[in-house]
């Protein structure tokens, strides 16, 4: 069966960055073609970045959206991690609590937008535990799978070496279960930066989210709108490659079957 080459060095990066010029090009001609004012040019919205930095602005509301996201994400791994390993272990107590889950996970965390501020008010909090609700579920739910994917033989082998349950479940199920955990993690991190943008449009004043939202409302500034979005979509990039350099580490990816 015959499976696709690998990419050389130089392709990983010349494709994407030629696929990235052409899209600017075609934002410039679009631009150029309809001759829009309201809509910005690459060059203005490059104009619109410059002026937030010298400003001083952008890094402040880089840092804030990142705490945010690190918070949350946090406070969801801390909890999600455990309980999803414990509900995977014993399948009795996921029985219980999985229609619980299932009618909770698919609210959008937008949803608990005014919940939210019921509860915490606007600020800090509020957006927290909105970027919490979005990364909790998808945590849970592949710690789970993780652990029931694990192959009976793993189990079977350690039991044969006298583990006690406990030991079985920390040496061997979990690092087994690590792949798609880490894969669960990527997915709510990128979720969590998702709701973090739009918690700020609503919830806080400041962050990228609300700089966006305040560049629309101020003057209608939509260079910075778009320089923002921009900004946004790059660390959300930054993030992600950063979690999948993760899952390249041989300690992570030994739970990984190779098949014939």
């Not at 279960?177 to 400041?206: H, T, Y």
């Amino acid at each position: 069966m015959s499976t696709l080459a690998e990419p050389k060095r130089w392709e990983k990066f010349f494709w994407p960055l030629l696929v990235s010029a052409l899209l600017l090009a075609a934002w410039h001609y679009c631009i150029v073609w309809t001759a829009t004012r309201i809509f910005p040019s690459p060059l203005e919205v490059e104009r619109g970045m410059a002026e937030l930095l010298r400003e001083h602005v952008l890094w402040g509301d880089i840092s804030d959206s990142l705490r945010r996201v690190a918070i949350g994400f946090g406070a969801a791994t801390a909890l999600g991690i455990p309980l999803g390993l414990v509900l995977g272990w014993y399948p009795a107590a996921d029985y219980v609590v999985n229609p619980v889950m299932q009618i909770l996970r698919p609210i959008s965390p937008i949803a608990w937008i005014p919940v939210a501020i019921i509860f915490f008010g606007v600020g800090d909090d509020a957006a927290i535990f909105l970027i919490f609700l979005g990364a909790f579920f998808p945590i849970v739910v592949a710690c789970i799978d993780g652990v029931s994917n694990v192959p009976s033989v793993y189990r079977r082998a350690g039991r044969n070496f006298g583990l006690s349950p406990q030991q079985l479940l920390r040496q061997v199920v979990f690092p087994a279960a690590l792949p798609q955990i880490i894969v669960g993690l990527r997915i709510a991190l990128g979720i969590a930066w998702l709701v973090v943008v739009a918690a700020e449009m609503i919830a806080v004043d400041s962050g990228l989210g609300y700089l966006v939202i305040d560049s629309r409302n101020s003057g209608k500034r939509y260079d910075l709108v778009v320089a923002a979005m921009l900004l946004i979509g790059v660390i959300g990039l930054a993030l992600d490659l950063g979690f999948r350099r993760l899952e390249k580490i041989k300690s992570v990816r030994w739970g990984f079957r190779n098949e014939a």
